[in-house]
Structures are given as C-alpha cells and as structure tokens.
C-alpha cells in the first residue's frame, strides 16, 4: 500500500540527539508511513547517522539542502516532498511515544473537518527523569472557539501548540504552507490560519517529551525583543483575520495585545537587553 502518512522529519546540527528522535519514529505502532529527513546543511555528523539509517529502512528518504534554508524553509521543502494524506511535523531532539502517528491519524480520521491534531507535551527537567505537563482540552476544538477561547484567552501571546502536529496534506497546500516572514515562530501562525476556516483535534495524552533547553540548546535564538516582537506580529495578524467584521470586538482585542506589549513580561525582556 502506498503510505497514507508522510512524515518530516526536520533538523539542524542535532547529531548527538538524532538516533533516540530516529529510533522512536521507527518504534511506530503504526507502520505505512514515508519518513523525509530534512537536513538543512548541518555542519556536523548529521550527514552520515541519516545515510547510515537511510539504508536500513525503505521508508526513509534523506534530503540534504543545497544551501542552508533555514525554518520554515527546510520545513516546506519537506512538505512538498508528500505523497501521503497526512502529514507529520516532527523535530530533531524530541522524544515521541510509539503510538503517536497511530492516534494523531485516529483523531484526523475520527474529525473529518479537523485540519490539524496536537496532544499534551511533557516539558523535561535536566535530568530527563520528570516533566511538566502541559494543558489539555477537549478532543474536539472548534476552530474558533480554539481561536476565541484558548490563543486569544488573555494577555499572554502564547500558543497551546508547539511545531509537532499532523496536519492534512491538502489542507498545508491550501495555506500556501508556513510563512518565511515569521522565521522559527512561524508555526503558530499556521495554526491559526488553519483554524479559521477547520477545527483542531487534540490527544488528551502527553505523547512528546521536550528535553530542557539545559540539556539540548535551542539553535534558533534570535533574541528576547526580536522573538517578542515577531509574536506580537502574528498573534494581531491573527486577531485581524478573525475580527475582520468585528469592529467592536478587534478594537478590545488591541486594547488586550498592546496591554501586553508594555506587560510586566516585556518590560523584563527589555531590561535584559539593556
């Protein structure tokens, strides 16, 4: 059978992370899948650890880009590699449970107008021995009561959803996939794009562990203000899609964002860059 499921699998000078994420995907209970490692020009032993496990598995196909095309670049050329149904985002690092592909397409399948599923994370400590879990919700969101009721809750500019998700081929191409201008962030802004005309099926289990930061550093980090402001950028793109007739309710929701812009929160982060 032709694999319903593509997944990419992105990543970026993680050698020394890269088995344990490879051996998981491998783990599945779940068996018809393609699996694209996309290696976006790392400088380590990323090359020859994706080549060694490309021969052993059919299933696995290694793409090396030409020059460094940094998230989401190497994330979409990945996408546009798919042949399957659905699509499962994944990261370099990250440990996944064995039934994950099982239950994210059980869910996609379960809600036909569902254009994205996620699931509870488990945020490490340093010592990988526990985690903090993150929030669960319903396993059916609207999309946009997901929208209203959970990104646009409070203050906080910030998003149940991290990279990890499986969402529907079509609906990815529908998007026009995920937006350069946003740079690593720029997932958050996919959701909700997605959300405003699908709804969003959820996992109420922790089926990714995120290993602290301490353990395996973030390679993205553009800074405190930059990353705050890019945030800032989506979450108000957002709310002027979703509030485009509302006037009333877009002039609250700009009351509510720039109340966060002059935060306690930000004033933190100014004062770290000063």
Same mark, same amino acid.
């Given at each position: 059978?032709?694999?319903?499921?593509?997944?990419?699998?992105?990543?970026?000078?993680?050698?020394?992370?890269?088995?344990?994420?490879l051996?998981?995907?491998?783990?599945q209970?779940?068996?018809?899948?393609?699996?694209?490692?996309? #290696?976006?020009?790392?400088?380590?032993?990323?090359?020859?650890?994706?080549?060694?496990?490309?021969?052993? #598995?059919?299933?696995?196909?290694?793409?090396?880009?030409?020059?460094?095309?940094?998230?989401?670049?190497?994330?979409?050329?990945?996408?546009?590699?798919?042949?399957?149904?659905?699509?499962?985002?994944?990261?370099?690092?990250?440990?996944?449970?064995?039934?994950?592909?099982?239950?994210?397409?059980?869910?996609?399948?379960?809600?036909?107008?569902?254009?994205?599923?996620?699931?509870?994370?488990?945020?490490?400590?340093?010592?990988?021995?526990?985690?903090?879990?993150?929030?669960?919700?319903?396993?059916?969101?609207?999309?946009?009561?997901?929208?209203?009721?959970?990104?646009?809750r409070?203050? #906080?500019?910030?998003?149940?959803?991290?990279?990890?998700?499986?969402a529907?081929?079509?609906?990815?191409?529908?998007?026009?996939?995920?937006?350069?201008?946003?740079?690593?962030?720029?997932?958050?802004?996919?959701?909700?794009?997605?959300?405003?005309?699908?709804?969003?099926?959820?996992?109420?289990?922790?089926?990714? #562990?995120?290993p602290?930061?301490?353990?395996?550093?973030h390679l993205?980090?553009?800074?405190?203000l930059?990353?705050?402001?890019?945030?800032?950028?989506?979450?108000?793109?957002?709310?002027?899609?979703?509030y485009?007739?509302?006037?009333?309710?877009?002039?609250?929701?700009?009351?509510?964002q720039?109340g966060?812009?002059?935060?306690?929160?930000?004033?933190?982060?100014?004062?770290?860059?000063?």
């Open positions: 059978m032709s694999p319903d499921v593509s997944i990419v699998l992105v990543t970026y000078n993680r050698a020394e992370f890269l088995p344990r994420t051996d998981c995907i491998l783990e209970t779940y068996k018809n899948f393609e699996l694209f490692i996309c #290696d976006d020009c790392s400088t380590d032993g990323t090359s020859d650890i994706c080549r060694r496990y490309e021969a052993q #598995d059919k299933r696995i196909q290694y793409v090396r880009n030409a020059t460094n095309l940094a998230m989401p670049g190497n994330l979409n050329a990945g996408i546009r590699r798919c042949s399957g149904e659905f699509v499962a985002i994944l990261h370099d690092g990250d440990i996944y449970h064995p039934t994950i592909i099982e239950k994210w397409r059980a869910a996609l399948l379960e809600n036909p107008t569902a254009g994205f599923v996620f699931n509870i994370y488990r945020h490490l400590s340093p010592d990988g021995k526990s985690g903090e879990l993150t929030e669960a919700f319903s396993p059916f969101l609207k999309g946009s009561d997901f929208l209203e009721k959970i990104c646009f409070d203050r #906080d500019l910030e998003c149940p959803v991290w990279g990890t998700v499986m529907r081929r079509a609906v990815l191409n529908q998007m026009g996939l995920f937006d350069a201008r946003y740079g690593f962030w720029s997932d958050f802004d996919m959701w909700f794009r997605i959300a405003e005309s699908h709804d969003v099926a959820f996992v109420p289990e922790a089926l990714i #562990d995120l602290s930061r301490k353990t395996m550093p993205f980090d553009k800074g405190a930059v990353t705050h402001a890019t945030i800032f950028r989506m979450f108000w793109a957002a709310r002027c899609r979703h485009n007739d509302q006037p009333v309710n877009l002039a609250y929701e700009l009351m509510k720039t966060n812009f002059v935060s306690s929160k930000a004033r933190r982060v100014l004062r770290r860059l000063v």
